[in-house]
Each structure stands twice: as C-alpha cells, then as structure tokens.
C-alpha cells in the first residue's frame, strides 16, 4: 500500500426508540465520529457519514408523522453537525440518511459504487438480542465478509492517534498486503510496527517419544522458532525487520492479540479476512471474525488480492 486510504464512508448508528428524549448516537459512534475526523485530517482524506434506517415504515398511533419520518427528522441535525465538526476541522464531509431493509449491504453496496478507500464502523451493539446476532451477525461482523473495501472498525479509546500498529500473520500470501499497511501507517502517522505469529508445534507428540524428551523438545520447539524467524526475513526484509517488533506466541490467535494488544498499548489491529460464507462462516467465522469478538482495540480489516465483491 502506497498511502493510507483517503475517501471514507463512516457508517453511524442511533437508539433504537427516536420518540426517547435522549435519542441520538450509540455512545461508542460519537468517539467514531472523532475519530473518523482526526483521522481524515491526518491524511487529507475525505468524509460520508452515513446512516440506514433499517425495516419497513409504519405509522404511529397518535401522530401525523411516521416512526422513519421521526427517526429521519431527528437524525439529520445529528449528522448536519457530524459535517460541520469535520469542516471545521477542515476535512470535506457530507452526509447521506437512508431507508433500507438491510444496513450493513446498504453499506457495502455504497462503498463500491462510489468507489470509496474504506468503511468505518463502530462495534457491534451490545444491546443486540444474542438470537439475532447468532443468525444474522452484526453490521460490523457482515461488512468484514462482503463489503470490497478494508473495514475499520473502531472500538471508542482515550486517545485517537495511532502510535502503535499491530499485524497479525500466518505468513499467508495476504501478509505482504498487511505488512504494507503497517508500513504506510508508519510512514504517514509515525506509527511503531509490531509483528506477530503464533507457533503450532504439530512435532511436538514425537519429540515427547524420544529416548531423550527434554532435549528432543527443546530442539524442536527451537527449530520451529527459527524457521518463523527466517519467514519473518522473508516477508519483512532482513534489514527492514530491525525496524518492526516482531513478536512470537504460544497461544490461539484470538489469544494473543489480546494479549499482545494490552501489553504493548495497541492502537491498531491489522489483519485479514477470507470472507468465509455459510454455514462454516456462520458457526466458525475466521481469524479477524474471532479477533473481533474478543478485544477492545480498533481492527483494521483488508481483503485478500482476488476476493471478489459481490456487488462486481
């Protein structure tokens, strides 16, 4: 990646109930909109807000004026300000409300017709009924498998800049994309690279079944050290690795991150998603999926070179 993405859709969520007095933003997508803003001014990037009224309309007993009517009434000055706090800042903004039976494919079908560079969301809600979760996955969780652009979702932190960068690696051919974007975080925020595997020791049953284990596994774990460390040359550079933090585990990806993401005071996560659909997707998700739904950390999500959109 020569330079971080510039032209930004950010999709918004509001409370459910537009007739409640304190009707507005989810909490965790005003810090989103903050940082959508620091974000683009950083870069000289470019700002759509969006937001999708979701389900049919249907009228209110007692008004003159439909619950879509209401929530678009009320959501608009919400969003006009959401322009405004982004010019002020001097990023160009707009901002679209829109009525759609289905957010996150609105979404994505939004980023590819307008060519967008990436979709930021927040979260997922947490006041979403665990049924409809389980079965239809939330906004961010679709948007990983079947929006074409990268996907940043942004769990709400003290601080919006980004000082420390996090990749993720199984040393698939998509680690190249992702240790690219580490680099253009670095070169265009300053952001320190730290890199990460986690180790499988598939041998380690028969070096238990030596006449010596200690030793036997003690050499073998070794080897399997040193072979991730030659793969860490191999994608990163010999040269160029002296300027990452390369980082070894023991533990499950999900795990680790974790792990890592609190130790090292992790701004960002970067990673990649196969998109895996159906059944499998649906009970088993992927890597960035699992990631997702176990940290606190923002997740920058990128797809793999030959992914195909289905809005293509």
């Known amino acids: 990646m020569e330079k971080l993405p510039r032209k930004l859709l950010v999709g918004l969520s509001f409370t459910d109930d537009p007739l409640d007095p304190d009707f507005g933003l989810v909490a965790p997508d005003s810090r989103l909109v903050e940082q959508a ?8 990037g470019s700002l ?3 937001h999708v ?7 209110l007993p007692g008004y003159d004026r439909s619950v879509n009517t209401i929530t678009r009434d009320r959501a608009e000055p919400v969003l006009a300000e959401a322009v405004s706090d982004a010019k002020d800042a001097g990023v160009e903004a707009t901002y679209e409300l829109l009525e759609a039976e289905r957010a996150w494919y609105t979404i994505a079908k939004l980023a590819h017709d307008n060519a967008d560079e990436l979709v930021v969301v927040g979260p997922r809600r947490s006041d979403q009924p665990w049924l409809d979760r389980l079965v239809h996955g939330s906004t961010a969780r679709r948007l990983l498998r ?35 974007v580490g680099d253009a975080f670095h070169r265009e925020l300053g952001a320190e690279r730290f890199i990460l595997h986690c180790a499988t020791y598939p041998g380690l049953i028969g070096a238990h079944r030596s006449s010596d284990p200690e030793t036997s596994v003690a050499e073998y774990r070794n080897s399997v050290i040193e072979e991730i460390s030659e793969k860490f040359d191999a994608l990163l550079g010999h040269d160029e690795r002296e300027a990452w933090h390369t980082l070894i585990s023991d533990e499950s990806v999900e795990e680790a991150v974790d792990t890592v993401a609190a130790a090292e005071d992790i701004d960002l996560i970067i990673m990649g998603t196969i998109g895996r659909a159906g059944i499998a997707g649906l009970v088993m998700g ?7 739904s176990q940290v606190t950390t923002p997740v920058w999500v990128v797809k793999p070179v030959g992914w195909v959109s289905p809005f293509s």
């Open 146 to 180: 079947k929006c074409p652009t990268p996907v940043w979702v942004c769990h709400p932190r003290e601080r919006l800049d980004i000082q420390r960068v996090l990749v993720p690696t199984e040393f698939q051919p998509i680690a190249t994309e992702l240790a690219s």
């Open 53 to 59: 009224i979701e389900g049919h309309d249907f009228a």
């Open 37 to 44: 803003i620091w974000y683009a001014k950083k870069v000289g």
């Open 48 to 50: 759509r807000f969006v």
């Open 286 to 292: 992927n890597a960035a999926e699992r990631v997702l």
